[in-house]
C-alpha cells in the first residue's frame, strides 16, 4: 500500500521549486503585478458607468496628487444619496439597488413598486431550507452561500438563458433571498455544529432588507429602528466599488464567457470569501481585541503606538506586519466609506453603552496612520478603510463573526448584478489577459533515458 502523505509531501516540494518565478522578471516584461504598477495606479481592463472613485486629482503637469477620497453611485455622490436618505429617515437599500442597476433614482411609485418586487420575490423553493441549507451545514457560511445559489439554478428551468430580461429577473431573486440564505446558513450551522436553539424565520414582505435581516437573524425577531438604520448603511456603502475591485472583476471575466447567472454570482462569492478581500473585516477585530488584550492603558497613546509598530514589524498578533482595515488600494488620504459611517457609528456606540470602545477605535485609527507613514516606504498616503469600523458595527449589532463576510456578499449583489448586466449589453468578447511565458525549450527525454 502505497504512503499517499509521504508521496504528496514529496509533490509539494516539486511544486514549490516548479512554480517559483524569479519576481525580478515583472519588472524586466514591465509586467504589473496585481495589475497595478508602482504608484498604484491599476490597468485598465474595461470602462463602467456605475460608479466611479476618485483618489488623486491632476495638477498642471498631470502629476497625480493625492486627495479625499470620493465615491459616486452612477454619478451621484454617495454623501449626498446618505444625506438624502437621513433627511427623509427611511432606509436606502432598494432605493440605491434600483440605481445601480437601472441607472437613475427612482420617483415614489417606482421604488413603491420595486420595494413590492423585491419583498414579494423573497421566497425560496419549496422545502429548499430543509433539504438544502439544513441538511448539509457548514461552518463556512460562503461555503453554504456558493451551494445554495448553484442548487437555486436547478429550480430554475431557464437557468442559461442571457437574455437581458431573464438576467435582471434572476438578479433580482438573488438580490431578494441573499439574507434569508445567509442567516439560514448561520442557523443551520449554530444549530447542528455548535449545538445550540434552530430558529427558521420567515421575512416580511413589507420590511426593509436590512430590518429583515435583523428580524430573521434574531431569536425575538426585535431590533430598534437605530439598529436597523445603521446596518441599511452598512449594506449601502459596501453595495458598489467600481469594477476593479477583485469580486467584481471575477463576475465580469466569468460573465464575458456567456456563462450562467448562478454560475457567475458563485464565481465572485469564491472571490469575496478570500481573507484578502471580503474577509478583512473579521481581521480587524481579531486585531482590535488582541491590541486590548495586549495593551495596559487603553488611553495611553504612547503604548499604543509601540505596539502598533510591533505588529507592523511582525513580532506579534498574526505576524503578517500588516495593520487590518487601514489602507486602501485606491484610496490614499481617505475612504468615504468610512468617513460617512463613522457618525453613525458613533450614534450607535452610544445606544449600545460602547462610546468608549469607539473613542478607543479612533485613537488606534489616527496612530495606525502615524505609525505606517513612519515604518513603511508608501508611495500614497493611507487612512482606515471602511473594513476597520464595519466589524465593530456588526458586533454591536449582535451578529456572529460568521455571517460578516455574507454580510458583505448581501450588499455587493447588487454590484455584481450591475456589472454583470453591464457586460452583458456591451461586451461580445470573452476577457483574456495575456500572460508574458519564460518557458525554457527543453528536448523530450523518452522515459527509459530518464
Keep these: 500500500m502505497i504512503d499517499a502523505k509521504a508521496i504528496i509531501g514529496k509533490y509539494e516540494e516539486k511544486c514549490k521549486s516548479g512554480y517559483l518565478l524569479d519576481t525580478s522578471l515583472y519588472e524586466k516584461y514591465h509586467v504589473k503585478r496585481g495589475l497595478r504598477d508602482k504608484s498604484g495606479q491599476g490597468v485598465v481592463a474595461g470602462i463602467t458607468n456605475i460608479s466611479k472613485i476618485v483618489s488623486y486629482k491632476e495638477d498642471a ?154 428580524r430573521m437573524l434574531r431569536p425575538d425577531k426585535q431590533f430598534t429602528d437605530l439598529e436597523a438604520s445603521v446596518l441599511d448603511l452598512a449594506l449601502i456603502l459596501h453595495m458598489e466599488h467600481g469594477g476593479g475591485n477583485n469580486s467584481t472583476f471575477t463576475t465580469r471575466v466569468v460573465t464575458s464567457s456567456g456563462t450562467d447567472t448562478y454560475s457567475a454570482i458563485s464565481a465572485a462569492l469564491a472571490s469575496l470569501k478570500g481573507p484578502k478581500h471580503g474577509g478583512a473585516n473579521i481581521k480587524v477585530v481579531q486585531m482590535m481585541r488582541n491590541i486590548r488584550e495586549n495593551v495596559h492603558d487603553l488611553k495611553d497613546e504612547d503604548e499604543i503606538y509601540a505596539y502598533l509598530l510591533k505588529i507592523l514589524r511582525k513580532e506579534t498578533f498574526d505576524h503578517k506586519g500588516l495593520i487590518y482595515g487601514m489602507g486602501h488600494a485606491v484610496y490614499s488620504l481617505s475612504d468615504p466609506r468610512a468617513q460617512v459611517f463613522k457618525e453613525f457609528i458613533k450614534r450607535l456606540s452610544a445606544s449600545k453603552g460602547k462610546s468608549k470602545l469607539y473613542d478607543f477605535y479612533e485613537r488606534v485609527e489616527r496612530l495606525a496612520t502615524k505609525a505606517i507613514a513612519a515604518e513603511r516606504a508608501i508611495y500614497k498616503g493611507v487612512s482606515a478603510n471602511v473594513d476597520f469600523y464595519s466589524g465593530f458595527v456588526y458586533n454591536m449589532l449582535g451578529i456572529p463573526s460568521e455571517l460578516y463576510t455574507p454580510m458583505f456578499a448581501v450588499a455587493r449583489i447588487v454590484g455584481w448584478s450591475a456589472h454583470r448586466l453591464e457586460e452583458l449589453v456591451n461586451a461580445d468578447k470573452i476577457i483574456r489577459p495575456a500572460y508574458q511565458d519564460i518557458v525554457q525549450i527543453r528536448r523530450y527525454e523518452p522515459l527509459s533515458e530518464r
Design 61 to 214: 503637469d498631470g502629476k497625480h496628487i493625492p486627495c479625499e477620497g470620493e465615491l459616486y453611485y452612477r454619478g451621484y455622490s454617495i454623501n449626498d444619496l446618505v444625506k438624502g436618505l437621513i433627511v427623509d429617515d427611511r432606509f436606502g437599500f432598494e432605493e440605491i439597488a434600483y440605481l445601480l442597476l437601472l441607472g437613475e433614482l427612482p420617483d415614489k411609485d417606482q421604488l413603491h413598486e420595486f420595494e413590492s418586487l423585491i419583498g414579494g420575490m423573497r421566497k425560496l423553493p419549496r422545502n429548499f431550507t430543509k433539504d438544502v441549507i439544513l441538511k448539509a451545514p457548514s461552518k463556512d457560511m460562503m461555503m453554504g452561500l456558493q451551494r445554495s445559489v448553484l442548487t437555486l439554478a436547478s429550480y430554475d428551468r431557464k437557468f442559461d438563458d442571457i437574455s437581458i430580461n431573464n438576467v435582471i429577473k434572476q438578479c433580482l431573486y438573488l438580490i431578494s433571498v441573499f439574507p434569508m440564505l445567509a442567516v439560514y446558513s448561520y442557523q443551520a450551522y449554530n444549530h447542528y455544529i455548535c449545538d445550540d436553539s434552530l430558529y427558521i424565520h420567515r421575512p416580511d414582505e413589507k420590511l426593509s432588507t436590512a430590518q429583515n435581516f435583523l
